[in-house]
């Protein structure tokens, strides 16, 4: 029997755009020969979503799961897409959606999540490429995210929940630290709904992303120059602005939304006090937006294209 490498999976998978799974069975079942898989994946009706995989995807929905982990917690996001909001609000896509989100508290990646096998004994690629061919529609399990503590909780918020834990903006807040977890998990809620109306760009000033200030940099710096600022005073300007920006988009350093007289950083560091934590911190943040840095395609005007073929009336 010829040798079913990854190549040749991955060249199957990108002539026929079926998940990778059913890409090496259809290699197994034919000794390699490529044509012939794509003859075997046509005939077990596979072939379908292949020809949905260039529609644009940019609906759907983001979901969130959370368990007890010992004295922490485990949370997980996940972002399952579809082309229309229609097929979102389908109870199989719906329910698809959680269990990718709760299959996710297991795996640190998008690319591990494909993999895990579901109670039904598929995929999640194969249960993704079996909805494609029965609703008719390209979906994608695009994003998923992964959040821990050893000790705390891992707490979630989503902006409009069509049905709990799914919506289209997902946000996971980890806090570590002692305390009471009702507590915590209550502060966490907060903080997460602060997350999902600011979308900060980091947790601390030292992980925002160089490229990011480096950016904004030159952005202010041509505004100064434009502005006939002394050319000598740029530089100082500048910089006076980029730590401005900082704090815009530093998530520990922004104001808090529900009391913008504290920042973030000091809301946790007074909660810490109150519950008996002292060391309490926040560990990580994870945001879902749904379609973010899709290029969304617009379809066409089947109301225009109705008027026209009734002659305009």
Request: net charge negative; hydrophobic share 45%; with cysteine.
């Amino acid at each position: 029997m010829a040798e079913i490498t990854a190549a040749l999976v991955m060249e199957l998978r990108a002539k026929s755009g079926v998940g990778m799974m059913d890409c090496k069975k259809a290699l197994q079942e034919t000794d390699g020969d490529i044509n012939a898989a794509i003859d075997w994946l046509r005939a077990k009706g596979l072939s379908k979503a292949a020809k949905k995989a260039d529609r644009v995807a940019a609906e759907g929905l983001v979901a969130v799961a959370s368990k007890e982990d010992g004295k922490g917690e485990i949370g997980a996001a996940i972002e399952f897409n579809s082309e229309t909001d229609f097929v979102a609000r389908n109870e199989l896509f719906q329910n698809a959606a959680k269990a990718f989100a709760l299959k996710g508290l297991e795996h640190h990646s998008v690319e591990a999540l494909h993999g895990a096998e579901l109670e039904n004994g598929n995929t999640v690629e194969a249960e993704v490429t079996n909805m494609i061919a029965t609703i008719g529609e390209n979906m994608q399990l695009r994003r998923a995210a992964r959040l821990s503590v050893d000790e705390g909780v891992v707490a979630s918020y989503v902006h409009n929940a069509v049905a709990p834990n799914l919506g289209r903006i997902g946000v996971l807040v980890a806090l570590h630290g002692g305390g009471d977890k009702a507590a915590l998990r209550e502060l966490g809620r907060k903080i997460a709904m602060h997350v999902a109306a600011t979308a900060p760009l980091s947790l601390n000033t030292d992980d925002l992303d160089p490229a990011a200030i480096e950016k904004e940099r030159q952005v202010l710096t041509e505004k100064a120059k434009e502005e006939g600022r002394p050319e000598a005073m740029i530089a100082k300007i500048v910089e006076g602005q980029i730590n401005k920006f900082q704090k815009d988009v530093v998530l520990t350093k922004q104001p808090f939304v529900m009391n913008p007289d504290v920042t973030i950083e000091q809301l946790v560091a007074d909660a810490g006090k109150e519950l008996g934590a002292p060391g309490l911190h926040l560990a990580g943040f994870v945001r879902l937006a749904l379609g973010e840095g899709v290029e969304k395609v617009e379809g066409p005007d089947f109301a225009a294209e109705v008027a026209s073929m009734m002659g305009g009336n």
